[in-house]
């Protein structure tokens, strides 16, 4: 029994006697017993809504350690060649969070198959270790991802995002770097595998 089952039964006692119910046989609380009381009925139902909130807690608790563990026990995205001809290819480019999620949609329900999603940065990483995307600093002091000219001659597309009137540039997936991802998706779900293990943090990029 877990902890939130516990408080859970042990509410069920105290609702019963906050509604003039012997919790050991279901029968009513006789008229002058000392437990048929209306301020205990107030006090029953106070620690019964404490209760209810402890089991909510609890649950929530248990919820996150079960997701924990499961996430720990995943096993790597896998797509069959049938699946992967299902991609649908844009004939615009695409930044690497929609690339990404269009990926991951060719598997299916990946909880129910506890498969690991394969995240942008995962791809993004796949082209910095092929020698595609570089680290280059921005006007404002920071170092953004820019395709190197391999990359762009692999279809990789620099274009710049507006956020609260400031210009930053991110890289977005022609056709041809889309098809170059699924032709080389092993590699990339390989890169991604390794990249759970580690601690590799790209600032979050804009979508259009």
């Known amino acids: 029994m877990t902890e939130s089952e516990k408080i859970a039964y ?4 105290i609702d019963k006697l906050a509604n ?28 019964s809504e404490i209760l209810r909130q402890a089991v909510e807690r609890e649950r929530k608790k248990e919820k996150k350690k079960l997701e924990k563990e499961l996430k720990k026990n995943r096993v790597p995205l896998s797509l069959t ?61 920071k170092y953004k991802r820019y395709p190197t000219k391999a990359g762009e001659e692999a279809g990789l597309v620099l274009k710049y995002w507006n956020s609260y009137g400031k210009n930053s540039p991110i890289i977005e997936f022609s056709k041809e770097a889309q098809k170059l991802v699924i032709d080389n998706i092993e590699a990339v779900i ?13 600032e979050e990029e804009g979508e259009e």
């Open 81 to 141: 060649e049938e699946e992967l001809q299902k991609f649908e290819y844009t004939d615009f480019p695409i930044n690497s969070t929609l690339l990404a999620r269009k990926i991951n949609a060719l598997a299916g329900d990946l909880r129910a198959k506890n498969m690991a999603r394969l995240s942008r940065r995962n791809i993004t990483k796949w082209f910095i270790n092929m020698g595609m995307i570089e680290w280059r600093e921005w006007e404002d002091g």
């Open 20 to 47: 003039g119910i012997n919790p050991l046989d279901d029968t009513p609380i006789p008229d002058g017993d000392v437990a048929n009381n209306i301020r205990l009925s107030r006090c029953f139902f106070y620690v």
């Open 10 to 13: 042990a509410k069920m006692f």
């Open 190 to 202: 390989e890169t991604a595998a390794v990249d759970s293990a580690e601690s590799f943090d790209i």
